[in-house]
């Protein structure tokens, strides 16, 4: 068993062979052939987390660190060394256990949903490779291994999200993400290059607790967490890195549920985590710390795109500022100490929002390709299980006990509340306005979408060919998805009720498994006190309170759907804000703007005014004077070579000379 | 007789050189060298009609040239300090000048990348026009550029960097496009301009050592002996040395090419064909950062710490100004003209940051450049064979038209935007956090270069290739077979030094000690200059307080 210490390369080893494969022969494999391929090799790869997950529960104290090196990697600079290895311990498990379990669902659900697309086998070559790369990320025994895969996962993004890329969106969206994870990890590399210039490493085990940072100034510390955290934000759309994720919607709608919602985007809070040790360390003054900031963004994060999110009509988009918003819970969590909450957050998550997704690209799926929720209505009908599936999801994301995201929420709102002063109760009640917002916007969508008036009759007669797919049912009522699309839905559906089970908040019996089990990778972490027991339930039920006003709000606006003139009631409510909503605070526009703006201008400038015009106007006017004296000079030479040279022979015999002088 | 005396100082130099021996019995660098000389007169004498012929002995003696470039590879001793395979042959016996043809780790992976990119930059052209003289310059070309990273004799140095100039105009001028005559008489001035410092300081130099006692009034052109001679009598003055240092530092400058002495660059890029480009870019350009490592630094470590911080200005500028620039460019060889232009910036700065990660990662760099670049330009070259234009705006939807092709080119893009796994990164990384350690504000604005790359790289590519393709653009030609066989062998090796860079770090650090070495002893009585780094601090500390933890 406990070879599967040793062997945990096999896990991102498998799906990067897949993705080979499938890349260089997929299209003589076939099309649901490629995508059996890629789901049975991450599926290995999960049975394997398994084996290594009982082989990890087997060790005690320190063997539950195991690092693994497969080579060198940089080796032969100087002090600066990196192994190419991997650090097996109870948060690396954690994350991969989620990230193939989740991730063999979404191959599965895509082999049905990508059915009939040309680009068929590239696509599970992308997913596979995707896989792998986060897996190295989850994995990497140090910063710079999990940066590997973190550009990894941010090329599989780029990939899969202007997958369509004949639809310029598409591309530009792809872009779009690239880039702005690029600044992130501006942050990201500069926090490394720090850490190594002050410890001389970057190796994992070597920042296990916070004790473990002493003697470099608390300064200094705070400046590398917030480098790291800054690349945290790029790579878990924090304002203002965000502005990539909704666009990252572009993408085909499994990727947005693997990679835009349950795992690429929760890697910023793997990092923080992972780095919980500078973190805890660090202190400006005051009380204020590396966490202020992180959990200050996250609340931000949470609240703002919550807000946003009520205006927005298209089902996926919904979903992306959902996604957003409850980023923005993980790293509240985080910022505050309790990283166990926000890791808890990110498995439920995980699992709600696949759900939410995997169920939005089934009606997307069912709708032919129509993705505007004012053009759907009653589906419920029509598509039974995607309905029953996606009504679980709402309920766990509202906050409604016993599903899962009512756990989790609770506990980071609790934790929150508990860190500390009034800064603590400040962010517990943004936390509470962002999930009165949550209960309200997901209800608004589940109405919309699937209960109410049936306003999908109009657009299905003509098929937009929006996801981009050809579909041979083109016309018709709207219809369920096929099994392999269905029965990962019934998988979420039922972690999405039992997963919060993970980490109940009793101490007597000991129920905090999920707290118990990250201990040895959060060493050294902040222990919250969580009040008495009457407050702690008092604060649970306000929660549930807040949640289920949230859902009654929805429930009155929408309960027949939208009326009549197609006008969302919220609209004329909110009045001017409604606009402001809508644009998510105009911050694409504003980027746009300046892009097009003086960041062209700018760089035009350069590129013409100064290169083009004085650096080589000036070489031309110095070779264009040497032309001409030549010329004047000596009428019989030319040939532009020998006049240069002429020059050049009489500037270098003066040189020789001076030098010579100075020599003697 | 004058000769004689530079022996025993040769041997000083390199005491472990037992290699010596064995490159009597067989002058592997000579033969390097003379192999594409042959290869080039052979073609030269087939008939002009039948340029097929010409095209066999080009790919034979290039091929051959390969061969023994692995060999080479192969036989070097990477623990060994100094140089290996040397060997001397009498030229100029009145000043002392020598044929001392040697190679150590700096100068083994330009010989090998130079071996590597002819013959594909022969494979790349087979369609070109009057192939049996493409044939004979390409193979002089790689004669020169071979001669250029094994001499170490000054003279014989600079006789090689200038005979490079001639090829490559030629080339430029004979199969390039549009605008290529002043392109190439530009680029031929202007480098031959940089040059003139370089002559003019090679010879004070020779003429100093002349002159000085320590010589005995002998003449020698070699490296290790005039290196060696300024390091420990101190005989040159502080203006002297730098005056020197400026001299050699603005001929490599302009071969780099740093900012601002680099507007030859696109000119000579964009116009050259497109093996002159990736022979260009592949290697030439690096014989100006390797001659501040091999000669401008360990002749004038004074000097060159001296003038370290307007280096490594330049070159954060060049990063920083290359890629913004890149980003304008309406050419897709421009675009990558100056990506060249920001990531010999990363050359430079790593040099210049005079530590051991900023050497190996410049080194590193070098090759992955000549490597990743290359790949650009062969299918930039491949586009406008079948397209007759490089304008990205005449470009679009080639991802659907032709998907094997642009997913070569994507895989290069991301390679040269410097994404972990490519050999890119692994330069990159290591440079930058080997000027973070003493330099750190340049390393922070050098390291916007990441995101600006990936700007103008992905941007390119979405406008070229993205969308869905008109016209011709919808009917292109798919890569060929051959065509393939190009791209790939790059392509594969840059992504095996991405995970295993370990054989290129081995055999380059030797010399990079070496180096640190000579700029330790050449600043001597210098109390701590910036290029030396304490070790850390805390780490012995911390390890402690880690252990005692876990007790």
Known sequence: ???????????????????????????????????????????????????????????????????????????????????????VDPLSVTMILFVTGIGTLIHLYSVGYMHGDPRYSRFFAYLNLFAASMLVLVLGSSFLMTFMGWEGVGLCSYLLISFWFEKNSAAVAGKKAFVTNRVGDFGFMLGMFLIFSKFGTLDYVRFGSHEALTGVSH???????????????????????????????????????????????????????????????????????????????????????ATVAIRQNDIKRVLAYSTLSQLGYMFLACGVGAYTAGLFHMVTHAFFKALLFLGSGSVIHGMHHEQDMRKMGGLRKFMPITGATFIIGWLAIAGVPPFAGFWSKDEILAKAFFSGGAQGKALWAVGMLAALLTAFYMTRQVWMVFFGNERFRDSLADDHGHDGHDDANAQGDPHESPITMTLPLLVL????????????????????????WLEPSLEGAKDIHPGAFTSGFLLSVGAVVVGIIGIAIGFTVYKRGLPDDGVDPVETKLGPLANVLENAYFFDIGL?????????????????????????????????????????????????????????VAGVAMLIAYMWTRAI | MLTLATLPERFIQHPFNFQHQHARSFPLLTAMILVPLLGALVAMMLPKSRPEYARIVGFVATMATLGMAVFLLLNFKSSMHGFQFAESHEWIKALGVRFDFSVDGVSLFMVVLTAVLFPIGLLASTNVDNG??????????????????????????????????????????????????????????????????????????GVLYHRAPASGGAWTFDAGTLTHWIASSGAISQTTGRLLFIGFAVAFAVKVPLFPVHTWLPDAHTEAPTAGSVVL???????????????????????????????????VIGIIYGAIVATMQPDLKRLIAYSSVAHLGFVVMGTFALTTQGLQGGLFTMVSHGLTTGALFLIVGMIYDRRHTRKIADLGGLWKSVPVMSGLFLAATFASIGLPGFSGFVGEFTS?????????????????????????????????????????????????????????????????????????FDRTQTAVQDLMTQIEDGTKGDHGHPGYREPHPVKAASVEAKSGAQG
């Open chain 1, 1 to 87: 068993m406990q070879r599967f210490l040793d062997l945990v390369w096999v896990i991102p080893a498998l799906p990067a062979l897949g993705a080979v494969i499938v890349l260089l022969f997929g299209k003589r494999i076939g099309e649901p052939k490629a995508g059996y391929i890629a789901t049975a090799t991450i599926g290995t790869s999960f049975v394997w987390s398994v084996f290594t997950f009982f082989a990890l529960q087997s060790q005690h104290g320190e063997g539950r660190h195991h690092v693994y090196n497969l080579w060198k990697w940089f080796a032969g600079t100087g002090d600066f060394h990196v192994n190419f290895g991997f650090l």
């Open chain 1, 219 to 305: 300064t200094t510390v705070t400046a590398m967490a917030l480098l790291l955290f800054v690349g945290a934000m790029g790579k878990s759309a924090q304002v203002p890195l965000h502005i990539w994720l909704p666009d990252a919607m572009e993408g085909p709608t499994p990727v947005s549920a693997l990679i835009h919602a349950a795992t690429m985007v929760t890697a910023g809070v793997f990092l923080v985590s992972r780095a919980h040790a500078f973190f805890d360390f660090s202190a400006i003054g005051n009380g204020i710390h590396a966490g202020t900031v992180v959990a200050w963004v996250g609340a931000i994060t949470a609240l703002g795109a």
């Open chain 1, 493 to 516: 559906g039922a972690l999405s009720i039992v997963g919060g089970f993970l980490s109940l908040p009793f101490t007597k019996p000991n129920l905090e498994f999920l707290a118990r």
């Open chain 1, 592 to 648: 746009a703007k300046f892009v097009s703006g003086p960041a062209t201008k700018f760089a035009t400038f350069l590129a013409e005014g100064i290169d083009r015009k004085t650096i080589d106007g000036a070489v031309n006017g110095v070779g264009r004077t040497v032309k001409e004296a030549g010329d004047g000079l000596r009428r019989m030479q030319t040939g532009l070579v020998r006049n240069y040279a002429l020059g050049i």
């Open chain 2, 132 to 205: 049996r003289s493409f044939v004979v310059w390409m193979l002089a070309l790689e004669m020169s550029v071979l001669g250029v990273f094994v001499a170490r004799d000054l003279i014989v140095f600079f006789v090689f960097f200038e005979l490079v100039l001639v090829p490559m105009y030629f080339l430029i001028a004979g199969w390039g496009h549009g605008n290529n005559v002043y392109a190439a008489t530009k680029f031929f001035l202007y480098t031959m301009a940089g040059s003139a410092f370089l002559f003019a300081g090679i010879l004070t130099v």
């Open chain 2, 281 to 315: 870019a592949g290697v030439m350009l690096k014989m100006g950062t390797y001659g501040f490592i091999r000669f401008a630094i360990p002749m004038f470590p004074k000097a060159a710490i001296w003038a370290a911080p307007t280096m490594l200005t330049l070159s």
């Open chain 2, 432 to 504: 930058l956090i080997g000027t973070f350690v003493t330099r750190r504000w340049w390393a922070v604005a050098a390291t916007t270069g990441v995101i600006l790359a990936a700007i103008y790289l992905l941007w390119a590519y979405q406008r070229a290739f993205t969308g869905e393709p008109e016209g011709d653009n919808a009917t292109m030609k798919e890569i060929t077979f051959r065509e393939i066989a190009t791209v790939v062998p790059l392509l594969a090796l840059s992504l095996f030094l991405g995970f295993y860079p370990k054989p290129l």
